[in-house]
């Protein structure tokens, strides 16, 4: 699986945390983009798809 989002140019000193959950209680940093070019990231899952493990991804946003 895959996650895509734009951030924005001007979004000063923040990063951003893609993380993936089995469950959706607990949530696990896969990915964390620091502020920068490019402004559309795309992440993908640790996990592959074949695993058969259902799985869901978010993205949180922290100021620096």
Excluded: C, H, K
């Excluded at 945390?17 to 949530?27: E, F, H, I, P």
């Excluded at 896969?30 to 799985?55: A, C, H, K, M």
Aim: aromatic share 6%; charged share 15%; proline share 5%.
């Amino acid at each position: 699986a895959a996650l895509t989002f734009t951030r924005l140019a001007s979004g000063g000193s923040v990063r951003y945390l893609v993380q993936a959950s089995s469950n959706m209680v607990t949530w696990t940093t896969i990915q964390t983009v620091l502020p920068g070019e490019p402004t559309t990231i795309t992440v993908r899952d640790t996990v592959p798809q074949s695993s058969g493990t259902q799985r869901f991804l978010r993205v949180a946003v922290e100021r620096l």
